[in-house]
């Protein structure tokens, strides 16, 4: 019900955008977060924006760099990612959360998309 888009090669200092596209409007209109994996690496929170829009978090890492955003009449949802790192690179993950609990863990997450991998050199 998650369509992760937008991944691909960047060099540092470069941006990208991810789009999450959510095939039903009731997964479209729920709190919704960004989280990303590196090879080795346990899955971490980024982002996430509430589903009216007015509530966003980040990870300490990527404040300032990345800013999230959602179109709840397209229901998608965006990260914008700024001035890239090599520490980005990993897979990126958009969900979408139902239960209550808060953003920054996975367990709270009830829709997962598949996932893009995102590619920083440097």
């Known amino acids: 019900q998650l369509q992760a888009s937008g991944g691909g090669l960047v060099q540092a200092g470069g941006s990208l955008q991810l789009s999450c596209a959510a095939s039903?409007?009731?997964?479209?209109?729920?709190?919704m977060g960004w989280f990303r994996q590196a090879p080795g690496k346990e899955r971490e929170f980024v982002a996430s924006?509430?589903?009216?829009?007015?509530?966003?978090y980040f990870a300490d890492s990527v404040r300032g760099r990345f800013t999230i955003s959602r179109d709840n009449a397209k229901t998608t949802g965006y990260l914008q990612m700024n001035n890239l790192k090599p520490e980005d690179t990993a897979v990126y993950y958009c969900?979408?959360?139902?239960?209550?609990?808060?953003?920054?863990?996975?367990?709270?997450?009830?829709?997962w998309g598949q996932g893009t991998l995102v590619t920083v050199s440097s």
């Open positions: 924006i509430s589903w009216s829009g007015a509530v966003t």
């Open positions: 039903g409007r009731t997964v479209g209109t729920y709190d």
């Open positions: 969900a979408a959360k139902v239960r209550a609990g808060t953003y920054f863990s996975t367990a709270n997450y009830d829709y």
